[in-house]
């Protein structure tokens, strides 16, 4: 990819999270993006999800990610434009129960999920 290519990958990157209080940037198959959003689903978070196998320049956004981020994996979340990180981030996060208040501050949560 052309520089020019992973700047406008990296623009429209950074206008999808900016544009939403939570961004999971997944894979249909994956099955740690499927536990993320499992989990999101199950705490009642409203998020926009991403997949990079079914869109167009997929892996245009993948590659302004791993520049962005520094993460090369799916999924990638992103809380109030955050990156919070992958699966094993975002369920650490969880546990330590630091999840649930940053999803509330975002405005993703309509009612404080009681513990799953």
């Not at 623009?11 to 099955?31: A, D, G, L, M, Q």
């Amino acid at each position: 990819m052309s520089k020019e290519e992973i700047q406008m990958a990296m623009n429209k990157t950074k206008e999808i999270v900016s544009s939403h209080p939570v961004v999971v940037f997944s894979k249909t198959y994956c099955r740690y993006c499927q536990r993320v959003k499992q989990l999101l689903t199950q705490l009642g978070a409203s998020f926009k999800v991403f997949e990079l196998d079914e869109i167009s320049h997929g892996s245009e956004i993948q590659s302004a990610l791993s520049e962005w981020t520094g993460q090369s994996t799916v999924p990638s979340v992103f809380i109030k434009g955050k990156h919070i990180g992958g699966s094993d981030k975002v369920m650490e996060t969880y546990k330590q129960d630091k999840l649930v208040p940053l999803l509330t501050e975002a405005g993703a949560l309509a009612n404080i999920p009681s513990k799953l």
